[in-house]
């Protein structure tokens, strides 16, 4: 009987692209990264820790899939329809 494991990892952290995508890839396996980018004064303070946009693009071209998790990662139940619609509209233009 075959079984099926879905991955996902959020939130484009570097560790993601440095460790876990070589590991994957080298075992087979496909997933899916959730991106955000975050508000700028936190990306600014955190950009060691996350991925740009060309990493991105790599890990595309590697074949995994890449998915929005929202520009800022805020708390969309304290959002109203459109500001929500803004979120994940700007990181479709980003990706």
Known sequence: MMRTVILTFDDAVISQYENVAPLLKELGFGA??????????WRAKNERFL?????????????FEIANHTWNHPNLRQLSEP????????????L
Do not use: P, V, Y
């Open 83 to 94: 500001q929500i619609e803004q979120e994940l509209s700007r990181l479709n233009d980003f």
């Open 51 to 63: 991925m740009t946009g060309g990493q991105i693009r790599e890990l595309d071209s590697a074949g």
């Open 32 to 41: 899916t990264f959730f991106i955000c980018r975050f508000k700028d004064d």
